[in-house]
C-alpha cells in the first residue's frame, strides 16, 4: 500500500505540468497542515487557543517543552507571578513595547478588559467556568495587574496561558461567537493571519514579534474534516502533516512520513455512583478496577497509543504522582474479593448478595464511538468477573437526570497543566451548592474527608513538595476504597512529513487536539 | 391554434399557483423546522460548549441558555427570526462564529458550481447513454450499461467518493484528491477546474443511474407506439424518427425524475463536499444541524425547500411544454 502510493507520487510528478500539484509544501520556509476542524472562531474570549497554543496570541505566560508535565515560563508577562499572602491575591509584572497586530500598544488595560470580557455574561464565553474562582482583575499601572481570586488558588498558572486581546476588541459587550475577532483575530504572538477562506487559512509569521521572528515564515491550515481524506491528502504528499486516529495514522505513516504521538492526560473512565447499591458497593469498585484489562482496551481500541489509568493522575506529573496506587490486570483477585464480601455466583453466572444481583447501568454519550468502544470491553471484562454491566448509549441532556443512579464512561484531562485542575473536580466530594460545580464533577457521588482535606491542602499551598505529598496522599486513600473505574490516558498521534526542521520537543496535550497541537504547538520555537 | 393558446394559459396559471403556494409552504416548512428543534433530542448547548459540556457548572449553563436566548420558546425564536430575516438580517451562526450571510457569500457559489456541472454531466450522460441503449435495447451496450447502472444505483456517494480518491488521485495520480486548490495555492482557474474534476464526477455518478434508466425505459417504451410505428412504414429514417418522435415524447419521464431527484442531489452534495473537503454550504448543513445552530439551519432548510420546489415547478412546466399529452391544469 505504502510502496504503491509513492510510487504513485512518482508517477504524479512525472506527469508534472498536470498533476505534481506540491508547490508549497516542501518550499524552504512554509507549512502546509490539514485539520479535522472548521476555521474560524479564533477569539480567545470564546474559549479559543485557553492553553496558549494559538499562534495570533500570547497569554501572560506559556508552557514550556517537556516530557512530564510541562512547566510555565512567562510570555507577555515578564516573571512568573508571585502569590501574595494565601494565594488568593497575584500580581504579574507586564512586558513593556510589545504591539498587537493592528498596531496598537499592549498594556494592563487589554489584561484586564481580556479577562473581564470572559466573565461579562453578555460574552457568553465557553470557559467562563474555568475562571470562576476570578473575583476581580485590575491594573496596577500600566505594567502591572492584579488578580483577586474568590479562594486561595496555587494552580492559578493556568489560568495564565488564555490569549490577550487589545482592549478596543470587546469594548462593546456581546456574544464572543458574533465578535469580529472569530475571523480576524488581533494579537501579539509570533503570526498573522492573512488569509480566511472556507477551507483555508494563510498565517504569515510576525516579523516584529517581541518573542524574536518564526523561523517558519507561513502556515497554510486546511480543513479536511474527513478522516479518510486527510489520509489520503497526506499519502500524495500533498500536505506536511497532519492528525490522524491511531490506526490510520499508523497505516499512513511509513517512507518519508512519520508517526508522532504526543501524550496527554486526556482520560477515559467510569463512575460508579453511590446510589446504586452495585455500583456503589466498595468491594464491586475495587474487584472492577482489578477485573478491567486496561492494557487490553489500549492495544484493541487505541492501537498501542494510550497509557493504563488507575487515577486521574498521570506518571506525567512526577513528584505529584504516587506509582503504588495502581491495579494491576487480576481476575482472580477480583473474583475473590467479591467473594469475600459475599457477591457469591448465582446460577446464571452472575452474582447475587442478599438478593440483590451484581448488577448495573453504564451510560456513554452515543455519538462517541471511543467511548462506546471502551464501555463495551469495560462491560465484557465486568462480566467475565460475574457482574452485569447494561450498557445504554444516550444522548447528554438523557444522561444527566441519573448521574447519581447510573454509571457514565466519562472524559477528563482538558486543563491537565495543574494536578489540581486535573483531578479536584473528579475526586472532591460534591459542593454544597451542586449549581457551582457541573453535573459530572464527581459522578460517583463519593465523599472521603482525607482526600477532600489533600485536595484542599494543595490548593492552598504555594510549597510544591507539600503540593506533591498532598497529591501522593490523594492517590494512596483513593487506591484502598477507590470511587471510579479509570481506564486508559489517550495519546494524540500525529503524522508528520520528514524535514530539516529542529521542532519544538513534545508537550503534553489537555482533551483537545489538532494541529495547533501536535508537534506543531510551538511552531515559531522551529529551526534549522 | 387554440389548443396551444389554451395550454399556455394553462401553464401560466398553474405556474402562478404553484409560486403562490411556494409561500406559505416556506413558512410552514420554517415554523416546522423551529418547533421540530424545540423538540430534539440535541442540547443546542452541547453543541455551543462542545468538550467543554462536562465541566461547565450548571450555573454557568443557566447564564449561556439565558445569554444565547436557548430558553425561549420555538415560537418566540421563530418570530425573532423572521423578524430579523423581514429587516435583511440572517442573523449568526453560532456553530461557524460567523455572520450567516458572509458564511453564505463565500460557500454558496462553490456548491452551485459542484451541483451545476455535476447534474449537467449526468444530464448528457443519461441522455445520451439512455437514448442509445432504449434504442438498441437488448444489446451488449444496453445490456453494459444497465447492469453497471444498477451497480451504481445501490453506491452510496460517499464509497464511490472515496474510491475515486483512492484510484484516481492516490493509485494513478491523475487528479488532485480533495480540495479547491492545491494545499496552500491561491483559487485560480486552472486550479479549480482540476479539483471540480473528481466531486463533479462523484456527484454525477451517483445521479446518472435513476436519469440513466429512466429515458431508457421510455425510449424503448416509445419505440413500440403508434406513432413511431407508423413513422417507420411511412419510410421515415431512424435519426428523424429518434430525434423529432421519440426523444420528445421521452423527456417528459425524464425531466419529471430530474424533478423529484433534486432532495437527493441536496444529500449527495452534502456527503461529497464532506469528503472532498469542497468549501460549499452543503458541509455545513450536518454541523448546523448538530448543533441546533437555528440561524443557520433555518436559512439552509427554507433555501432547499425553496430550491426544490421551484426546481419541481419548472419540470412540470418543461413536461407539459415537451410532451403534448399532459394538460398543465395539474
Known amino acids: 500500500m505504502r510502496a504503491r502510493s509513492l510510487i504513485a507520487v512518482g508517477v504524479a510528478c512525472a506527469i508534472a505540468s498536470t498533476s505534481c500539484g506540491v508547490p508549497e509544501s516542501g518550499s524552504t520556509d512554509s507549512l502546509v497542515l490539514a485539520d479535522a476542524y472548521e476555521l474560524g472562531g479564533y477569539n480567545p474570549v470564546a474559549g479559543y487557543g485557553a492553553a496558549g497554543e494559538a499562534k495570533v496570541y500570547d497569554g501572560l505566560l506559556?508552557?514550556?517543552?517537556?516530557?512530564?508535565?510541562?512547566?510555565?515560563?512567562?510570555?507577555?508577562?515578564?516573571?512568573?507571578?508571585?502569590?501574595?499572602?494565601?494565594?488568593?491575591?497575584?500580581?504579574?509584572?507586564?512586558?513593556?513595547?510589545?504591539?498587537?497586530?493592528?498596531?496598537?500598544?499592549?498594556?494592563?488595560?487589554?489584561?484586564?478588559?481580556?479577562?473581564?470580557?470572559?466573565?461579562?455574561?453578555?460574552?457568553?464565553?465557553?470557559?467562563?467556568?474555568?475562571?470562576?474562582?476570578?473575583?476581580?482583575?485590575?491594573?496596577?499601572?500600566?505594567?502591572?495587574?492584579?488578580?483577586?481570586?474568590?479562594?486561595?488558588?496555587?494552580?492559578?498558572?493556568?489560568?495564565?496561558?488564555?490569549?490577550?486581546?487589545?482592549?478596543?476588541?470587546?469594548?462593546?459587550?456581546?456574544?464572543?461567537?458574533?465578535?469580529?475577532?472569530?475571523?480576524?483575530?488581533?494579537?501579539?504572538?509570533?503570526?498573522?493571519?492573512?488569509?480566511?477562506?472556507?477551507?483555508?487559512?494563510?498565517?504569515?509569521?510576525?516579523?516584529?514579534?517581541?518573542?524574536?521572528?518564526?523561523?517558519?515564515?507561513?502556515?497554510?491550515?486546511?480543513?479536511?474534516?474527513?478522516?479518510?481524506?486527510?489520509?489520503?491528502?497526506?499519502?500524495?504528499?500533498?500536505?506536511?502533516?497532519?492528525?490522524?486516529p491511531p490506526l490510520l495514522a499508523a497505516a499512513t505513516s511509513g517512507g518519508r512520513m512519520s508517526l508522532q504521538t504526543n501524550t496527554s492526560a486526556d482520560w477515559r473512565g467510569v463512575s460508579m455512583p453511590e446510589g446504586d447499591p452495585v455500583a456503589g458497593d466498595s468491594a464491586v469498585r475495587l474487584a472492577l478496577n482489578y477485573a478491567v484489562d486496561r492494557q487490553g482496551m489500549i492495544d484493541n481500541i487505541l492501537g498501542g497509543y494510550g497509557r493504563p489509568a488507575y487515577t486521574p493522575f498521570a506518571d506525567v506529573y512526577g513528584e505529584s504522582y504516587d506509582p503504588t496506587a495502581f491495579f494491576g490486570f487480576d481476575r482472580a483477585r477480583a473474583e475473590q474479593i467479591l467473594d469475600g464480601a459475599r457477591w457469591l455466583a448465582g446460577s446464571d453466572g452472575v452474582r447475587v448478595k442478599d438478593g440483590v444481583r451484581a448488577r448495573f447501568t453504564v451510560m456513554y454519550n452515543s455519538t462517541d464511538t471511543l467511548r462506546r468502544d471502551l464501555a463495551l470491553a469495560f462491560a465484557s471484562d465486568a462480566r467475565r468477573v460475574g457482574i452485569e454491566v447494561d450498557l445504554a448509549a444516550l444522548s447528554w441532556d438523557r444522561i444527566e437526570p441519573r448521574v447519581a443512579q447510573a454509571g457514565i464512561l466519562l472524559g477528563g484531562g482538558s486543563e491537565p497543566y495543574d494536578p489540581d485542575t486535573q483531578a479536584y473536580n473528579t475526586l472532591h466530594s460534591p459542593p454544597p451548592d451542586p449549581s457551582t460545580g457541573s453535573p459530572y464533577d464527581n459522578a460517583s457521588r463519593h465523599a472521603d474527608p482525607t482526600i477532600d482535606a489533600q485536595l484542599e491542602l494543595a490548593r492552598r499551598s504555594t510549597d510544591p513538595a507539600v503540593r506533591a505529598a498532598a497529591y501522593r496522599d490523594v492517590q494512596r486513600r483513593y487506591a484502598q476504597a477507590p470511587s471510579h473505574v479509570f481506564l486508559v490516558h489517550l495519546d494524540h498521534t500525529y503524522v508528520v512529513k520528514d524535514s530539516s526542521w529542529t521542532m519544538s520537543g513534545p508537550v503534553l496535550e489537555p482533551h483537545a487536539h489538532g494541529v495547533t497541537w501536535g508537534p506543531w504547538w510551538s511552531l515559531q520555537t522551529w529551526t534549522r | 391554434m387554440g389548443r396551444s393558446r389554451f395550454r399556455g394559459r394553462g401553464l401560466r396559471a398553474m405556474a402562478g399557483w404553484r409560486l403562490v403556494t411556494v409561500i406559505p409552504v416556506l413558512a410552514a416548512v420554517s415554523a416546522a423546522l423551529f418547533a421540530a428543534a424545540a423538540l430534539s433530542p440535541f442540547d443546542p448547548l452541547v453543541g455551543y460548549l462542545g468538550a467543554r459540556y462536562e465541566t461547565t457548572s450548571v450555573t454557568d449553563r443557566a447564564l449561556l441558555t439565558d445569554q444565547l436566548g436557548l430558553d425561549a420558546s420555538w415560537y418566540q425564536l421563530y418570530g425573532r427570526w423572521i423578524g430579523a430575516l423581514f429587516s435583511g438580517d440572517l442573523g449568526d451562526s453560532r456553530a461557524f462564529a460567523q455572520p450567516v450571510s458572509t458564511l453564505l457569500a463565500q460557500r454558496l457559489p462553490w456548491t452551485i458550481l459542484l451541483v451545476a456541472v455535476a447534474m449537467g454531466v449526468a444530464i448528457a450522460v443519461a441522455l445520451g447513454a439512455g437514448v442509445w441503449a432504449g434504442m438498441h435495447r437488448g444489446g451488449l451496450v444496453d445490456r453494459l450499461v444497465t447492469a453497471s447502472c444498477v451497480i451504481m444505483q445501490g453506491l452510496p456517494p460517499f464509497v464511490v467518493s472515496l474510491a475515486a480518491i483512492a484510484v484516481f488521485a492516490v493509485g494513478l495520480g491523475w487528479l488532485p484528491p480533495a480540495g479547491l486548490t492545491d494545499a496552500g495555492a491561491e483559487v485560480g482557474f486552472g486550479q479549480v477546474v482540476r479539483h471540480l474534476v473528481l466531486p463533479?464526477?462523484?456527484?454525477?455518478?451517483?445521479?446518472?443511474?435513476?436519469?440513466?434508466?429512466?429515458?431508457?425505459?421510455?425510449?424503448?417504451?416509445?419505440?413500440?407506439?403508434?406513432?413511431?410505428?407508423?413513422?417507420a412504414t411511412r419510410g421515415i429514417g431512424t435519426a428523424t424518427i429518434t430525434g423529432s418522435h421519440i426523444l420528445p415524447s421521452s423527456l417528459a419521464p425524464f425531466v419529471t425524475i430530474l424533478g423529484a431527484r433534486l432532495p437527493e442531489v441536496v444529500v449527495g452534495a452534502v456527503l461529497v463536499e464532506e469528503i472532498f473537503s469542497w468549501p460549499g454550504i452543503a458541509g455545513a448543513f450536518v454541523r448546523s444541524a448538530k448543533d441546533l445552530d437555528m440561524a443557520l439551519l433555518a436559512i439552509l432548510t427554507v433555501g432547499t425547500t425553496c430550491a426544490v420546489m421551484l426546481g419541481s415547478l419548472l419540470a412540470d412546466i418543461a413536461v407539459a411544454l415537451l410532451d403534448p399529452r399532459v394538460r398543465a391544469d395539474g
Open chain 1, 62 to 244: 506559556r508552557l514550556t517543552s517537556s516530557t512530564g508535565a510541562p512547566g510555565f515560563a512567562p510570555a507577555l508577562a515578564t516573571a512568573l507571578p508571585a502569590a501574595e499572602g494565601d494565594a488568593t491575591v497575584w500580581t504579574v509584572p507586564l512586558r513593556p513595547g510589545v504591539r498587537f497586530s493592528d498596531g496598537s500598544a499592549f498594556d494592563a488595560a487589554d489584561v484586564v478588559a481580556t479577562y473581564r470580557a470572559i466573565l461579562d455574561p453578555a460574552s457568553a464565553s465557553e470557559v467562563r467556568s474555568s475562571f470562576a474562582m476570578i473575583e476581580r482583575v485590575e491594573a496596577v499601572d500600566p505594567l502591572s495587574v492584579r488578580f483577586t481570586l474568590r479562594h486561595p488558588y496555587a494552580a492559578f498558572g493556568t489560568k495564565l496561558l488564555i490569549g490577550i486581546v487589545p482592549s478596543e476588541a470587546v469594548a462593546t459587550p456581546g456574544p464572543a461567537t458574533e465578535s469580529p475577532l472569530n475571523t480576524a483575530p488581533i494579537g501579539t504572538g509570533p503570526y498573522r493571519l492573512t488569509v480566511l477562506e472556507p477551507t483555508r487559512a494563510v498565517f504569515e509569521a510576525n516579523e516584529s514579534y517581541w518573542g524574536g521572528a518564526p523561523s517558519v515564515k507561513r502556515l497554510t491550515v486546511l480543513s479536511v474534516p474527513d478522516d479518510n481524506t486527510r489520509a489520503q491528502r497526506m499519502a500524495a504528499g500533498e500536505l506536511d502533516g497532519t492528525s490522524l
Open chain 2, 200 to 231: 463533479a464526477a462523484a456527484l454525477a455518478v451517483s445521479q446518472v443511474p435513476w436519469l440513466l434508466l429512466a429515458v431508457r425505459e421510455s425510449v424503448s417504451g416509445n419505440r413500440g407506439e403508434d406513432f413511431v410505428v407508423g413513422a
